[in-house]
């Protein structure tokens, strides 16, 4: 009985281990001096693209909000924004690794919320995986577990936060 836990720890260890260094790794990295002047968030694939002059750069599995299908309409309501939006400032320490703020909510989600006598919510990212949890790596991407936020593994937000300039373009469809 003593040698099986002994095995069985030794396995789940390595699979630690193991998936450590594949959430550590990126395959097909960026080249050092790649900028993207737009992200485009397929709510429905989800998938981030970083695009330069409209030309792909690579693209990214994400998780999204604990109700993703929907347009996010409130507060709360666990919804991913659509819409063009805009990178307007970085959070280089989140409890999400890192994030890039998205400017949601634009005026018309404000009027559209207001007109509904609600809050339109705010506080939107393209972050990381939570502190102290990133060797799940893209195991993340199997539940839409954020709060409305998209998110990709900390070495994908590295490479993202590195691309992607103050004031890129962040478009989000459905």
Not at 87 to 99: F, T
Request: aromatic fraction near 4%; hydrophobic fraction near 40%; charge should be positive.
């Amino acid at each position: 009985m003593k040698k099986l836990i002994i095995t069985a720890m030794i396995i789940v260890l390595g699979i630690v281990a193991a998936l450590s260094i594949k959430a550590r790794r990126l395959e097909n990295p960026l080249p050092a001096n790649a900028t993207a002047d737009k992200i485009l968030v397929e709510k429905s694939k989800r998938r981030l693209t970083l695009l330069n002059k409209n030309t792909p750069l690579k693209t990214y599995e994400i998780s999204l909000g604990r109700e993703p299908v929907e347009k996010k309409t409130e507060e709360g309501d666990g919804r991913t924004p659509e819409g063009i939006y805009s990178i307007d400032r970085r959070k280089l320490n989140s409890k999400y690794h890192r994030a890039l703020h998205v400017s949601y909510p634009s005026a018309i989600d404000v009027a559209q919320a207001k007109a509904k006598g609600v809050s339109p919510g705010g506080d939107i990212m393209i972050h990381g995986l939570p502190n102290g949890i990133g060797f799940i790596g893209n195991l993340h991407t199997k539940r839409d577990w954020t709060l409305g936020c998209i998110a990709v593994t900390n070495s994908e937000i590295e490479e993202i936060w590195r691309a992607v300039p103050d004031g890129a373009t962040v478009e989000i469809l459905h």
